[in-house]
């Protein structure tokens, strides 16, 4: 009996010291929190909060009066405030170079009106939606009279329109160059022309002009410009409620920073249930209402530009 209690106060020391070995990874997190985010560590290190943003997207992201401005800044400014570190707003010379940016580490995080899809999922991590949206058309009504669709007034109505025209091989659709809509509007109206343009505004703009029958983008760009331009487009072309797809914008970080994910989890449920989001949106926009889940009502007042 002696000898067996002689052996177990042997062992006692080898004992706490397995115990306190697993224990460490847990101690480890507790003195720092931002163990699992090399990104977060450098952030702290650095005490700033790089964050790449859309080059021209209004309400989002764009100039006024020679200063950056928009949602997507009011959002990068809250974050880091809550980090207790600097943003610096980083505009790209395209929206397409953000995610090589984000991968080579010449940004932090973006926050760019960026749609949450499978495909760019395989290349960086993104939040829980910040922005809820959805796909709309602009329509120009004296353009598309050719293939009997200048009076829908709702994608369904459009494509039964096609389909019963057997037209659907000759509308022309212009979308932006790398961005979601190029590789959705396929699915939605198979068999039809898409030409793609280097920007939001050259998009729209072919569209006024009548190279395009319609322009597919998120509602909230579609209504803006088309308000911002009211008085060379507001009696050709139409924006089609409600929009067809919904679409949703979330923050993207590089692969592997799960403790900012998380993070980014809890700051976009703030955002959503402090208001933040139509706070800012506000700022930039004289909204009135949402007239369904998705969709917003700009003031008709409201005609911008010049």
Request: with cysteine; charged share 20%; glycine share 6%.
């Given at each position: 009996?002696?000898?067996?209690?002689?052996?177990?106060a042997?062992?006692?020391?080898?004992?706490l010291?397995?115990?306190?070995?697993?224990?460490?990874?847990?101690?480890?997190?507790?003195?720092n929190?931002?163990?699992?985010?090399?990104?977060?560590?450098?952030?702290?290190?650095?005490?700033?909060?790089?964050?790449?943003?859309?080059?021209?997207?209004?309400?989002?992201?764009?100039?006024?009066?020679?200063?950056?401005?928009?949602?997507?800044?009011d959002?990068?400014n809250?974050?880091?405030?809550?980090?207790?570190?600097?943003?610096?707003?980083?505009?790209?010379?395209?929206?397409?170079?953000?995610?090589?940016?984000?991968?080579?580490?010449?940004?932090?995080i973006?926050?760019?009106?960026?749609?949450?899809?499978?495909?760019?999922?395989?290349?960086?991590?993104?939040?829980?939606?910040?922005?809820?949206?959805?796909?709309?058309?602009?329509?120009?009504?004296?353009?598309?009279?050719?293939?009997?669709?200048?009076?829908?007034?709702?994608?369904?109505?459009?494509?039964?329109?096609?389909?019963?025209?057997?037209?659907?091989?000759q509308?022309v659709?212009?979308?932006?160059?790398?961005?979601?809509?190029?590789?959705?509007?396929?699915?939605f109206?198979?068999?039809?022309?898409?030409?793609?343009?280097?920007?939001?505004?050259?998009?729209?703009m072919?569209?006024?002009k009548?190279?395009a029958?319609?322009?597919?983008?998120?509602?909230?760009?579609?209504?803006?410009?088309?308000?911002?331009?009211?008085?060379?487009?507001?009696?050709?072309?139409?924006?089609?409620?409600?929009?067809?797809?919904?679409?949703?914008?979330?923050?993207?970080i590089?692969?592997?920073?799960?403790?900012?994910?998380?993070?980014?989890?809890?700051?976009?449920?703030?955002?959503?249930?402090?208001?933040?989001?139509?706070?800012?949106?506000?700022?930039?926009?004289?909204?009135?209402?949402?007239?369904?889940?998705?969709?917003?009502?700009?003031?008709?007042?409201?005609?911008?530009?010049?």
């Amino acid at each position: 009996m002696k000898h067996h209690s002689l052996i177990t106060a042997r062992r006692m020391p080898a004992v706490l010291l397995f115990f306190a070995i697993c224990m460490l990874p847990a101690i480890t997190l507790a003195q720092n929190p931002v163990s699992y985010s090399p990104t977060l560590t450098k952030v702290f290190a650095d005490k700033v909060l790089r964050v790449g943003v859309n080059p021209q997207f209004e309400p989002f992201s764009f100039t006024k009066d020679g200063k950056r401005v928009g949602v997507d800044i009011d959002i990068a400014n809250l974050l880091a405030k809550k980090l207790g570190v600097t943003a610096k707003i980083i505009v790209p010379k395209s929206f397409s170079d953000l995610i090589p940016m984000l991968q080579s580490g010449d940004i932090d995080i973006i926050m760019a009106g960026m749609s949450i899809t499978f495909a760019r999922a395989k290349t960086v991590d993104f939040s829980t939606p910040y922005f809820d949206t959805g796909l709309s058309i602009l329509l120009n009504k004296a353009k598309s009279a050719r293939l009997g669709i200048s009076g829908v007034t709702n994608y369904n109505a459009l494509v039964r329109k096609l389909v019963q025209n057997g037209k659907m091989d000759q509308l022309v659709i212009a979308v932006t160059q790398g961005k979601a809509p190029q590789r959705v509007v396929p699915r939605f109206f198979p068999k039809a022309i898409i030409k793609p343009y280097p920007s939001n505004e050259a998009a729209a703009m072919a569209t006024l002009k009548g190279e395009a029958d319609l322009m597919v983008h998120d509602e909230i760009f579609l209504k803006v410009w088309l308000k911002e331009h009211a008085k060379e487009a507001q009696f050709r072309l139409t924006v089609l409620n409600p929009p067809f797809k919904p679409d949703y914008y979330g923050m993207a970080i590089h692969k592997g920073n799960q403790d900012f994910l998380n993070m980014l989890g809890v700051f976009n449920l703030e955002l959503q249930s402090n208001g933040y989001v139509s706070q800012y949106m506000g700022r930039y926009l004289p909204i009135t209402s949402r007239v369904s889940t998705r969709s917003y009502n700009i003031n008709e007042d409201y005609y911008g530009g010049d």
